[in-house]
């Protein structure tokens, strides 16, 4: 399985963008979603997750209330709705696929390209 993160960009603070993960094969109800992000200079962090199956979602304090994580099952493709976005959201962002809920990336075997938001003042 492949997947695939797009839909990046630059965004003036407080703007807000939607990125995409598009898996090339199926996504087993099993399996954990999650976006990670990294800064410049800075370790993967994680940002948000969802369980594939039931759709419960998962985030990172910094990014709640701000930040939505969702799935379309039958596009086998996972979203996130960054909304009010600052400057600590610039990072390439990198979507994953795992078998458990983990905050930590050693627990994704699955990891797409990353894509790129940049957030200007």
């Known amino acids: 399985v492949q997947l695939q993160a797009s839909g990046g960009g630059l965004v003036q603070t407080g703007g807000s963008l939607r990125l995409s993960c598009a898996s090339s094969?199926?996504?087993?109800?099993?399996?954990?979603m999650a976006w990670f992000r990294q800064a410049p200079g800075k370790e993967r962090e994680f940002a948000a997750a969802?369980?594939?199956?039931?759709?419960?979602?998962y985030y990172t304090d910094s990014v709640k209330g701000r930040f939505t994580v969702s799935r379309d099952t039958a596009e086998n493709t996972m979203y996130l709705e960054m909304n009010n976005l600052n400057s600590d959201d610039t990072a390439i962002y990198y979507c994953?696929?795992?078998?458990?809920?983990?905050?930590?990336?050693?627990?994704?075997?699955?990891w797409g390209q990353g894509t790129e938001v940049t957030v200007s003042s």
């Open positions: 994953a696929r795992g078998s458990e809920l983990s905050y930590s990336r050693g627990s994704y075997r699955n």
């Open positions: 094969g199926r996504i087993y109800s099993s399996s954990v």
């Open positions: 969802i369980r594939w199956g039931r759709g419960s979602t």
